[in-house]
């Protein structure tokens, strides 16, 4: 596969991540942070398109300590709603939970680079009106947003019932709900009602026997235009490649390498890699 040149204009630049000890979250030069903070008690229940924000931090409460941040993708605004202090957060959920509970551990709660490096490289979709996007393994929802906020219609999805929390209240307190829905999605399960222009996920292949079942839904769910492609993100590994292999029958796949530099929880720089990987259908 070779890697390919797209319009990724000063990316490299931007691509510049700070992971504390005390937050996890990962900021852009010019981020900023704020304080709203959540703090209710209520019963865990599934989102509806329909719930109001109020409602839905209300019941975000019972579980998590929460603030929106603001995230800037060059001129486009985002807030997003995250948990506040990730490392107490992991500490208690930690020393609280058993073996099988760890294993259920709220990966979707963290907002990967990957995803951040992709809403940039969003921006070298082909838009028009009434074109289509769905985002897999959304977590907090950062590359559906900027998707609706690009003009996209904008179907945002994961399987686990809290991240959809977190990301219809980032619909709302992004005023995206006329472009952006959220969905439970299981892409190893589910069929949808219609196809899509562009299908996106951050990190969503690193389970190697979800390979199949990604690439089956992915050719199922991709529409037939000579524009539609899918775009798929994640930190670069070795044996990360093993995916794509998996793909070449089906896909025509270029990649870009982008380097950035992160942070760990002693305050050293590290440097680290995110590859950023585009599919078209072969038969198309």
């Known amino acids: 596969m070779k890697s390919a040149k797209y319009p990724f204009k000063n990316l490299r630049k931007k691509a510049i991540f700070f992971f504390t000890k005390t937050s996890y979250v990962a900021r852009l030069a010019a981020w900023t942070i704020s304080t709203i903070t959540v ?20 019941t975000i409460g019972q579980r998590y300590k929460t603030v929106f941040e603001p995230v800037a993708i060059d001129d486009d605004h985002l807030e997003l709603l995250q948990i506040d202090d990730m490392a107490a957060f992991v500490e208690n959920y930690a020393a609280s939970a058993s073996k099988m509970d760890l294993k259920n551990f709220p990966l979707w709660a963290k907002l ?34 900027h998707a609706a906020k690009l003009g996209f219609d904008t179907t945002i999805t994961d399987i686990v019932q809290d991240s959809m929390l977190f990301a219809q209240a980032n619909v709302l307190r992004n005023n995206l709900q006329d472009k952006a829905r959220v969905k439970r999605v299981d892409f190893t399960k589910d069929t949808l009602d219609q196809r899509f222009d562009f299908i996106v996920g951050s990190e969503i292949v690193y389970i190697e026997e979800l390979h199949r079942p990604l690439i089956k839904f992915i050719l199922k769910h991709l529409s037939n235009a000579p524009h539609a492609e899918a775009m798929l993100s994640l930190r670069f590994r070795p044996k990360s490649s093993k995916f794509f292999k998996l793909a070449e029958k089906d896909f025509h796949i270029q990649h870009k390498i982008i380097g950035y530099k992160d942070t760990n929880t002693d305050g050293e720089e590290e440097r680290s890699l995110c590859a950023i990987y585009r599919l078209k259908p072969r038969k198309q």
Request: aromatic share 6%; net charge positive.
């Open 39 to 58: 703090n209710h008690l209520k019963i865990m229940t599934k989102p509806t398109q329909s719930a109001t924000m109020e409602s839905i931090l209300e």
């Open 112 to 145: 990967w680079p990957s995803s951040l490096l992709t809403s940039y490289a969003m921006k070298s979709l082909p838009y028009a009106p009434g074109r289509t996007l769905l985002e897999l393994g959304a977590g907090l929802g950062l590359c559906g947003l």
